[in-house]
């Protein structure tokens, strides 16, 4: 090629050529991080985001957000490390949020006919947007770690509390106190899922009472910190451009 | 006045950057396809799906799979070896323009790639949740495996195949070697193929409950992490990119 060359016409057509571009990039980076994040966070603890009786004080609220800022912390280190673009942990929730709800609608409710109001996603949308901005506040990596790993586990319980907390009102069914979210689960059998595999309220923590669910978004926040600085250093290595040596 | 005459002729006659109905037509065949084949599960699941011993089973599952891999292999055959056998020999001779075009071109590829992915690792990955944990299975060849594991993964895999060796054979910017990133998105997401083997060994040995967080299931996170080597081909496409525009931006 020639380097005296233009490969457009005008700096009218170069300003076009490359807003198509940030489209193009914009809709496939939404599209195969959604399908990473997706697949991961399905696997590591969407059991506990897809039914309401799985979301309890403790195993729901301490797994979730350190499962969630993995992807968050990674495309965040090469949108705003590299392109200073301020939103890629909520870019990441918004695309895991569309798999979820578009999944939810389609499949849980449209295969196999569940009500939505049992297989709702978890609310991550605030802790994210809290992750974007103590990054573009501070431009460090420390803080945002630090800071923005913690708020992450703290803000999950609180974000999702408006949606959660009717189903968690407590209800007497045969002589047994339950809550509603636990009777909707006996109510629509999951034969290939059944209660012993159900991992709810384990543990002693519970006899703490109302004790609970703080204590595990704390825990949650500090697993986070540490997951927050693994995944950067992932998100590096992956947004490397490096080429094997042609032969 | 001939040679500009002839210079504006040659101009209309150029075929465009970005020819959008490549994309469009990318974009909707996914979803005409994945639309049609979520209405097959909705119809034939649940009336020839339960049971994998009762002969309508063998009728609208069984057969749909031997289907499905025939043209899978065929189209992956087809598709890969015309990429191949049709490239570029010059490529480092190409014109600013026409790189930039084959850019564009590269870029229905991802798009597309981005689709099949949402489709194989959201879409019907998912779905498998739900139908397993409702449905109790008694084969690997479940209504759902036929459609998550050996029809989604294989087209995400055709798809990011051909991504791939379209850059390969036609783009300068990756004649230098491999990208490392590159292989790392279309390679670890194919792992994910494999792996089912692991996973329904594991189902038929362990327990044919479906608990979506068991360990047996971290193969596919492991492979589907590698999602995110497509930061390191947008690192990439953007330096490749920004040389062209460069200087008519500046």
């Known amino acids: ?247 | 006045m001939a040679a500009t005459t002839e210079s504006v002729k040659a101009d209309a006659a150029e075929a465009p950057l970005l020819n959008k109905r490549n994309l469009i037509f990318a974009v909707a065949i996914y979803c005409v396809f994945y639309a049609w084949v979520r209405w097959y599960e909705g119809v034939y699941g649940w009336s020839a799906g339960l049971d994998s011993f009762a002969p309508e089973f063998e009728t609208y599952w069984m057969n749909f799979l031997y289907i499905e891999f025939v043209l899978e292999v065929s189209t992956a055959g087809i598709l890969w070896g015309y990429l191949w056998k049709s490239r570029d020999r010059k490529v480092m001779s190409i014109t600013p323009r026409e790189e930039l075009r084959r850019h564009f071109h590269h870029w229905v590829w991802l798009v597309a790639y981005g689709v099949a992915i949402y489709f194989g690792a959201s879409y019907f990955t998912e779905q498998d949740g739900t139908w397993h944990q409702t449905i109790v299975r008694d084969t690997d060849f479940t209504p759902s495996h036929v459609i998550e594991f050996y029809l989604s993964y294989p087209v995400y895999i055709i798809t990011g195949g051909g991504a791939f060796l379209y850059a390969k054979t036609r783009l300068p910017t990756y004649q230098q070697g491999n990208s490392i990133q590159y292989m790392v998105a279309t390679v670890g997401p194919f792992m994910i193929l494999p792996n089912v083997g692991l996973n329904e060994w594991g189902h038929t040995f362990w327990f044919m409950e479906e608990l979506f967080v068991a360990p047996l299931h971290y193969g596919f996170v492991f492979f589907g992490w590698s999602a995110l080597g497509v930061l390191g081909v947008v690192g990439i496409e953007v330096a490749a990119i920004a040389k062209l525009l460069k200087k008519d931006l500046a």
């Open chain 1, 1 to 247: 090629m020639s380097a005296s060359q233009s490969a457009v016409r005008s700096r009218a057509e170069a300003v076009k050529v490359s807003r198509t571009f940030d489209w193009l990039i914009c809709f496939t980076l939404f599209f195969v991080v959604l399908g990473g994040y997706h697949v991961h966070f399905m696997l590591v603890a969407g059991d506990w985001d897809f039914w309401v009786d799985w979301k309890d004080r403790r195993l729901w609220v301490t797994v979730l957000p350190i499962m969630a800022i993995t992807f968050p912390a990674a495309v965040q280190a090469v949108l705003w490390w590299r392109y200073r673009i301020a939103f890629g942990a909520t870019f990441c929730v918004m695309g895991l949020l569309f798999g979820e709800w578009v999944n939810r609608y389609f499949n849980f409710w449209g295969w196999t006919y569940f009500p939505i109001n049992f297989c709702f996603p978890s609310q991550l949308i605030p802790a994210a947007i809290v992750l974007d901005v103590i990054l573009l506040m501070s431009n460090s990596l420390q803080l945002t770690a630090v800071m923005g790993g913690l708020a992450f586990g703290l803000l999950f319980y609180p974000s999702n509390w408006p949606v959660i907390a009717p189903l968690h009102q407590p209800v007497e069914y045969n002589g047994m106190v339950m809550t509603l979210a636990d009777l909707l689960g006996y109510h629509y059998i999951r034969t290939g899922m059944p209660e012993y595999i159900r991992m709810v309220e384990k543990g002693t923590l519970r006899t703490f009472g109302k004790d609970v669910a703080p204590v595990s978004a704390f825990f949650s926040g500090f697993v986070s910190i540490i997951i927050y600085f693994l995944w950067h250093f992932f998100g590096r290595w992956f947004g490397s451009t490096a080429f094997t040596t042609a032969s």
